[in-house]
């Protein structure tokens, strides 16, 4: 029997005075991948926003449980420390910040440890071959003048390195080639195992055509209104979502 990682229940957020999400109720299992597709507009990246208590948005009922541990009201940082782990859709560059000492010190305050630099170094350069990035990035400003493929890479590595509980990956395939699509869904699946589960949030059947997917939910004005298998991501890749929004 798989057990529980993430449990929402009754989620309502609101943000800027709006009502966004409107009594979400959403299982993930360890081992498993699930994915929330959606118009534009409908409470997608708020959903994920939430889970890691963005404090832009403001959950008025409901509750979040992860891995045992109600996080409804907690502190960002400290559900990131607690395991989950967010990628972003328009990732930030940081000057003067190598990409290694940025995730020397992002593991180093996951684990509350020092980090092995030489070792640590070692393990970056496998990862990056295995995505096929450019080794040298490794002593580079954070995403500094890096392309939109090269930014996103750049997220799963992060992913990789900081071997979350649960990754939620909120639009990494926007904007990218079918060559860098396809190195994402390779990081996930380097990522995935039966320990921890990847939420993927997505307008691109792409990404999932390389990976196994336990469920599919779509999302309509803040409200999941269908749970399926892969086949529905098909079928919205076919038909879009009009039947859904009524």
């Known amino acids: 029997m798989k057990q529980n990682l993430l449990n929402i229940t009754n989620l309502h957020v609101t943000a800027g005075g709006k009502d966004i ?4 109720d959403l299982k993930i299992n360890k081992g498993e991948i699930h994915v929330i597709m959606g118009p534009n507009g409908s409470g997608k990246t708020t959903t994920a926003n939430a889970i890691l208590n963005n404090p832009m948005y403001e959950k008025t009922e409901g509750s979040i449980i992860f891995d045992g541990e109600d996080i409804t009201s907690s502190k960002t940082d400290e ?3 607690k395991g989950v782990f967010m990628s972003f859709q328009l990732p930030e560059e940081i000057p003067g910040i190598t990409v ?4 020397k010190y992002a593991k180093s305050k996951q684990t509350n440890e020092p980090v092995k630099i030489f070792s640590f170094k070692n393990e970056l350069k496998k990862y990056m071959e295995e995505l096929n990035m450019n080794p040298n990035n490794m ?3 954070l995403n500094v003048g890096f392309s939109g493929g090269e930014k996103k890479k750049n997220e799963i590595l992060q992913m990789l390195v900081l071997n979350p509980k649960l990754a939620i990956l909120d639009e990494t395939d926007s904007g ?3 060559d860098a699509i396809n190195t994402v869904s390779k990081g996930i ?8 589960a990847v939420l993927i949030i997505t307008h691109n059947t792409k990404i999932l055509k390389n990976l196994t997917v336990d ?4 999302l309509v004005d803040g409200k999941i209104v269908k749970t399926g298998s892969q086949e529905l991501a098909k079928e919205i890749e076919e038909n879009g979502y009009s039947k859904y929004k009524n």
């Open 21 to 24: 999400l409107n009594g979400i």
């Open 79 to 81: 559900i990131a420390r």
């Open 139 to 141: 002593e580079r400003s």
């Open 100 to 103: 290694t000492n940025f995730l």
């Open 215 to 218: 469920y599919v939910h779509i």
């Open 189 to 196: 699946q380097m990522f995935k195992n039966e320990n921890n």
């Open 176 to 178: 990218l080639d079918v």
